[in-house]
């Protein structure tokens, strides 16, 4: 890997590493609050990385993409929801489904404030804070567009799930493998074929990264920084 690549992946390691833990805690904490109380007794409703770190996910995967396409992104361990433990199975597993959305969002919104207020104060010695804020503000949106697509596992489908028939719901979560294959082929393979063909392929660009960039910059220009 290049310097400048070593770089990219210091950088963006510690936004990535906040937004997926305070995105599969807000999950857990949702859970808990509504009754499920699975992933509080499994240690999953904490700020702790150690404990959300997925190998292929959060490691293998992140690596992968930027070597062979040249951005990162990654998961964490999902966190166990027992829906049936929920209050009120179908809402409720609506509001775990969306709270890591939610949460990135916020963290969003969070990082793009704290950037304006520290360039504001004009004490900025060094580029390496402000730049792992900007890069929060984009890691987080886009994982928010990313899980919020109705594609098994990611949250979107539960919501989709919880808003469907019984029947259709069933039918729709039998998918899960699949969509991850999809995921796969979205993320990775694609790329790399048209890559070789001189095609843009690049389906998650056009999907998650392209609205993820108008938010950021929209986010950036409603806080004086755009």
Do not use: C
Not at 86 to 100: E, Q
Request: net charge neutral; no cysteine; hydrophobic share 60%.
């Amino acid at each position: 890997m290049s310097t400048e690549g070593l770089a990219q992946l210091l950088l963006l390691a510690i936004p990535i590493l906040i937004a997926i833990t305070f995105h599969e805690a807000a999950h857990g904490f949702v859970a808990n609050f509504f009754g499920d109380d699975t992933a509080k007794r499994q240690g999953r409703v904490t700020l702790n990385p150690i404990k959300h770190i997925d190998p292929f996910g959060t490691l293998i995967l992140p690596g992968l993409l930027l070597y062979f396409t040249g951005f990162m992104f990654g998961f964490a361990k999902p966190v166990p929801v027992d829906q049936s433990k929920l209050r009120n199975p179908r809402f409720h597993m609506i509001w775990v489904a969306i709270a890591g959305v939610v949460m990135n969002v916020l963290l969003a919104f969070v990082s793009a404030f704290l950037l304006a207020g520290l360039l504001s104060t004009n004490a900025v010695t060094t580029d390496l804070i402000p730049n792992i804020l900007l890069a929060s503000i984009s890691v987080n949106f886009i994982l928010a567009v990313f899980n919020i697509l109705p594609i098994p596992p990611l949250d979107g489908s539960k919501v989709l799930a919880s808003l469907l028939p019984a029947d259709l719901a069933r039918a729709h979560l039998t998918l899960e493998p699949l969509g991850f294959v999809f995921l796969m082929l979205a993320l990775v393979v694609l790329p790399l074929i048209g890559n070789q063909l001189n095609m843009n392929l690049d389906l998650f660009a056009w999907v998650v990264l392209i609205p993820a960039d108008a938010l950021s910059a929209w986010l950036q220009r409603l806080v004086g920084i755009g």
